[in-house]
Antibody, heavy 127, light 107 residues
């Protein structure tokens, strides 16, 4: 059974960096059979795509956050991580990591939804 | 960015009812449309991907249809476990975007 588990501080001060990790069990990031993503949901609002990463380290970020986001992957630990710089209260949310279904098409991919999610971790930005 | 608009934003229904939720994309996404169910304090659950393909383990009372810009999720006979929020998401073009969600409540 594939499981994802987010970890990281639940409280971050304004202007500091938010750092989260997602540990994958039951699947291998190194296999290259999936992309891996971060999604967040502020209280009372809808889900927001933060970005995705592949085993090679190839990334795609939401332009609305691109200047502040960095994702990385550590295949030796079977983990991928999110760093969000210069946080404000607007970054307070539940953060989820998720596995992305993909299909290889030529030299690219088709993406078919996120089929396994972590339980989510609440991050509050406050002094 | 592709905007995803769901309707209604909420609905009240009874166990056994047939429920349909619609999702409209601001431009064509062919069939790169996914549906999720989420409940408070739990991880979202993928129900349907590629507009109409049922994710493994999801009951057959859930179905999806549509292509281009108009999509729908139908629950043929609402069960107690189905009271939740449902969101659509397009994976045709980055950045992926979600609908605002439809909350299905007990009448």
């Amino acid at each position: 059974q594939v499981q994802l588990q987010e970890s990281g501080p639940g409280l971050v001060k304004p202007s500091q960096a938010l750092s989260l990790s997602c540990t994958v069990s039951g699947d291998s990031i190194r296999s290259g059979e999936n992309y891996w993503s971060w999604i967040r949901q502020p209280a009372g609002k809808g889900l927001e795509y933060i970005g995705r990463i592949y085993t090679s380290g190839s990334t795609n970020y939401n332009p609305s956050l691109k200047s502040r986001v960095t994702m990385s992957v550590d295949t030796s630990k079977n983990q991928f991580s999110l760093r969000l710089d210069s946080v404000t209260a607007a970054d307070t949310a539940v953060y989820y990591c998720a596995r992305v279904r993909i299909e290889v098409v030529g030299s690219g991919y088709h993406f078919y939804g996120m089929d396994v999610w972590g339980q989510g971790t609440t991050v509050t930005v406050s002094s | 960015d592709i905007q995803m608009t769901q309707s209604p934003s909420s609905l009240s229904a009874s166990v056994g009812d047939r429920v349909t939720i619609t999702c409209r994309a601001s431009q064509s996404i062919t069939t790169f449309l996914n549906w999720y169910q989420h409940k408070p304090g739990k991880a979202p659950k993928l129900l349907i991907y590629a507009a109409s393909t049922l994710q493994g383990g999801v009951p057959s009372r859930f179905s999806g249809s549509g292509s281009g810009t108009h999509f729908s999720l139908t629950i043929t006979s609402l069960q107690p476990d189905d009271f939740a929020t449902y969101s659509c998401q397009q994976s045709a073009s980055a950045p992926w975007t979600f609908g605002q969600g439809t909350k299905v409540e007990i009448k």
